[in-house]
């Protein structure tokens, strides 16, 4: 009884945990922290820093004692002959008799222990090895802000589409009923047909860009679902309100913000290739310096004319050498400084290369917080010009009823209407994507 309520109690634990996993709704903080987590590159990003480390200890464990071991075995099917002269066996001088010298069968089983004792490339591979892990924990964070760039978009994506599918639906509906009031005038001859008509073409409009906003939601749903790494077709609800949302992401403050080059990722990145490039030059350097290596070896070697080796019958003759191998590079027909001189030319050019990107990064500032006071303003212009279409539409639609407006001037202001609702949406979205942008070349934590 017990081991089925602790069973239970563990299942409920799991099912509780999956579902959190896989919660339906989601706020873009939430939708970010899943997607650093689950998003196939922020994956394969992690996996790269575990394979850095591997290779981290693949180099290191280079330059410790390595031992190996073999085992061979020959049989002779054609034995070798020896001529040796016969006065040897008292025989007559001048003449020769064949002779074998060991028998047809052999097996020889043998350890090596090496060790390096010096080797400057050697040196030069560790050291390079910490910069590789820096690289890759540098690359892992760049990932990790381009998923997070990528999700803000596509969750401010999905929220315009729909609030443009409210507002269509909201646009579709007042002009329906516009549509059925000016037709029952037109029938009771006291309107147009051009009115009825002006009034079909809008409807008209509207009704198609309603139907792509629809497909349009579902296509940023999916596109959503896959860049935080969950399945396409799984039920998503963002718990976000576009205005709310936007609101929440104007900070003004963000642009008093100093920029902290060091922080930022292509920075790191820039950084790591000089790191890299001077490595590589140092490496080509050693390839100068002598090399030397240990080894001590032991093994037996056994002789039988049949395969008995394995009757303990034949008799086992054991050796060992104890040795050490010295390489001096004395001359290599100048190939040897061609190389490091075209590492150090590496080297320049990066360092030419950072000096670049250190400039890029600045400019990139300055344009993000341009961009950033831009979508600001042009955000409260939407909003101020959309309150302003509305009022105008509004009255419009009014006079048109009383007869002091034709359909085309109606149709006019809401063609202006629905324009300054798109750019209200848009200016929004702007907002929230330019924030980002300016938070990924700040990169403070």
């Not at 060790?115 to 560790?126: C, E, P």
Request: glycine letters at 4%.
């Amino acid at each position: 009884m017990k081991i089925r309520f602790i069973l239970a109690f563990i299942f409920l634990i799991v099912a509780k945990g999956h579902s959190q996993d896989l919660s339906e709704n989601l706020s873009l903080e939430e939708a970010i922290t899943y997607a650093l987590e689950h998003n196939y590159s922020a994956i394969n990003a992690n996996r790269d820093i575990i394979d850095a480390q591997k290779q981290k200890w693949a180099t290191i464990a280079d330059g410790l004692p390595q031992i190996s071991g073999a085992l061979s075995y020959q049989n002779q099917l054609k034995q070798v002959i020896t001529l040796i002269p016969a006065e040897f066996f008292s025989g007559e001088a001048g003449t020769f008799e064949p002779v074998i010298f060991s028998e047809p069968q052999q097996v020889s089983a043998s350890a090596t222990l090496s060790q390096q004792i010096f080797d400057g490339t050697y040196i030069v591979g560790v050291q390079a090895t910490k910069t590789f892990l820096n690289y890759s924990a540098n690359n892992k964070e760049k990932t990790d802000l381009e998923v997070r760039k990528a999700v803000v978009e596509a969750y401010g994506n999905v929220l315009l589409a729909q609030e443009s599918i409210s507002i269509l639906e909201k646009n579709q509906a007042t002009l329906a009923k516009n549509l059925f009031e000016t037709t029952k005038i037109f029938e009771n001859g006291l309107g147009e047909e051009e009115s009825v008509e002006q009034l079909q073409i809008t409807l008209s409009s509207v009704e198609s860009q309603l139907k792509n906003a629809i497909r349009l939601q579902d296509i940023t749903l999916k596109m959503l679902n896959t860049l935080i790494g969950k399945p396409i077709d799984s039920p998503t609800r963002l718990t976000e309100n576009l205005d709310d949302l936007t609101v929440k992401q104007i900070n003004l403050d963000l642009l008093e913000s100093p920029l902290n080059i060091e922080n930022n990722v292509d920075y790191k990145l820039a950084l790591n290739l000089n790191e890299q490039r001077s490595l590589e030059l140092k490496l080509e350097k050693s390839r100068a310096l002598p090399t030397l290596n240990a080894y001590i070896n032991y093994g037996s070697t056994s002789y039988s004319d049949s395969f008995d080796f394995l009757k303990g019958d034949p008799e086992w003759y054991d050796y060992s050498i104890l040795g050490f191998d010295l390489n001096i590079p004395i001359f290599s027909s100048l190939k040897r400084s061609a190389s490091t001189q075209r590492a150090r030319i590496a080297l320049e050019k990066a360092k030419t290369q950072f000096t670049e990107a250190q400039e890029q990064i600045r400019l990139q500032w300055q344009r993000a917080k341009s961009d950033y006071t831009l979508a600001i303003e042009e955000y409260e212009t939407a909003k101020n010009n959309l309150a302003l279409a509305e009022r105008i539409e509004k009255k419009n639609e009014i006079k048109y009823f009383e007869g002091l407006a034709s359909s085309f001037e109606l149709r006019q202001a809401q063609t202006q209407l629905y324009s300054a609702q798109q750019e209200y949406l848009q200016s929004m979205v702007r907002v929230i994507n330019t924030k980002t942008a300016l938070e990924t070349i700040l990169n403070n934590d």
